[in-house]
């Protein structure tokens, strides 16, 4: 119809992408329904996962070090559902420090077993990808996501400007029934 297609409410979105490239002084708005399931829901969900999300977010690169699964398993040991493997990740990596810098492994090392055992800093990317890689190895599957958190409000205009400091990177986790659920596993991770 001349207004364009009409969705259902029991549509699932998994992405969204504009036609062209916005320019700065550009902008857009768009419409969205989140859902926010309860901790209880999280923890109830299953390892059903469809086959087509196993066999894409449970993936892990070969050359994984050993150090990096045995972290895995120590620190998901007893979290018995995908969300308490979830918590527990986050309950681990919290313990490290954030610097908006981030680190970078030296020549030939695996970047997530430098940042857990070498390092123990970095930025948002640092630890999102950590946090991937814990929670894949635990048979969670998870992504890595990358955006923006717009932090200044223009009051005159009812809107966010979004800056590049404002860039963030944190992980998603899938549960079935509810999707990607989103988690934040950088500590104190506000841009300035």
């Not at 029934?177 to 934040?184: I, P, S």
Request: with cysteine; glycine share 6%; net charge negative.
């Amino acid at each position: 119809n001349s207004a364009g297609p009409q969705s259902d409410p029991n549509d699932v979105i998994t992405s969204v992408t504009q036609p062209r490239i916005y320019k700065p002084d550009e902008s857009y708005s768009m419409t969205v329904n989140v859902n926010t399931p309860s901790v209880a829901q999280l923890s109830g969900a299953g390892v059903q996962y469809p086959q087509s999300i196993s066999s894409q977010y449970l993936q892990l690169p070969g050359s994984l070090t050993q150090n990096v699964r045995r972290i895995s398993q120590h620190i998901t040991r007893g979290a018995f559902s995908p969300y308490n493997k979830v918590i527990a990740v986050r309950n681990y990596l919290v313990q490290f420090n954030y610097d908006v810098g981030g680190s970078s492994p030296p020549p030939g090392a695996d970047e997530v077993d430098s940042f857990l055992l070498v390092q123990k800093s970095g930025n948002c990317t640092n630890f999102a990808t950590a946090a991937v890689v814990l929670l894949r190895s635990a048979e969670v599957p998870a992504r890595l996501c990358t955006g923006y958190i717009p932090h200044l409000w223009n009051k005159d205009t009812g809107t966010f400007i979004v800056e590049a400091r404002d860039y963030h990177a944190w992980p998603e986790v899938y549960f079935p029934g509810y999707g990607w659920v989103e988690f934040e596993v950088t500590p104190n991770s506000t841009p300035a």
